[in-house]
């Protein structure tokens, strides 16, 4: 069963706008934590934002913020007021204790164009 | 502060050739992952490793082979590589002990196997 999903290949926004990547997950364990890394056309892994799935506050960054709905397991990134820049791909990842040990799952990704 | 490095950064392949992908991390990461990359597939795990001499498998091991013999360093070997590990990979590193801390990537390996 896929531990992160990402429903979203791609996704267009207006610049300026605000956008929503969605992302659930899918764990049986208490203590777990969920990332968002960018990746741009060059390919480099960007780390962008972090949420604890103890944290009762929703996780910012900038323009980047977790929409965290621990019930409903979704861990939604938003981006407010879009750039040019921000067009990528965008991947949803889990840490979570397995057997003694830390893995660290991503989703297939969300390929983000912001448009002029 | 070089972070995680990887070597080579691309490679080309024949069909049963054997060849090895190094990383290596220089924040005493203790935790340290290999990931293939595939165009609509995300990123998938192949093999990791929780220490120095320690590895294990991950989603999609087969045809992989790891070392890790000191704890800067990890090891990605293909036996006899395939068209169907035509792919990027990425090494990855991270602080063990919790779940709150990002995960360190290398620049990325661009293989072909003809």
């Known amino acids: 069963a896929q531990k992160i999903t990402q429903t979203q290949p791609g996704m267009f926004v207006q610049e300026k706008e605000a956008v929503t990547l969605d992302c659930t997950y899918d764990?049986?364990?208490?203590?777990?934590?969920l990332f968002w890394y960018k990746q741009p056309s060059s390919g480099e892994m960007i780390f962008l934002i972090y949420q604890g799935s103890y944290d009762e506050q929703n996780a910012t960054e900038g323009r980047y913020s977790l929409n965290f709905q621990k019930a409903r397991k979704s861990a939604n990134l938003v981006i407010s007021a879009s750039q040019l820049g921000d067009s990528a791909m965008y991947f949803c990842?889990?840490?979570?204790?397995?057997?003694?040990?830390?893995?660290?799952?991503f989703g297939k990704g969300t390929k983000l164009t912001v448009n002029p | 502060n070089a972070g995680v490095t990887q070597t080579p950064k691309f490679r080309v392949l024949k069909t049963g050739q054997s060849m090895t992908l190094l990383c290596a991390q220089d924040m005493n990461h203790e935790y340290m992952y290999w990931y293939r990359q595939d165009p609509g597939m995300g990123l998938r795990l192949i093999h990791y490793?929780?220490?120095?001499?320690?590895?294990a498998k991950g989603e999609v091991p087969d045809g992989y082979n790891v070392s890790r013999l000191k704890k800067q360093n990890f090891l990605l070997g293909l036996e006899s590589a395939a068209p169907s590990q035509t792919s990027v990979y990425f090494c990855?590193?991270?602080?063990?002990?919790?779940?709150?801390?990002?995960?360190?990537f290398g620049q990325g390996t661009r293989l072909t196997v003809v």
């Open positions: 990842a889990m840490r979570e204790k397995e057997g003694g040990s830390e893995k660290l799952v």
């Open positions: 490793s929780v220490g120095e001499g320690t590895t």
């Open positions: 764990t049986s364990d208490q203590s777990y934590g």
């Open positions: 990855a590193s991270t602080q063990s002990g919790t779940v709150n801390t990002e995960a360190f």
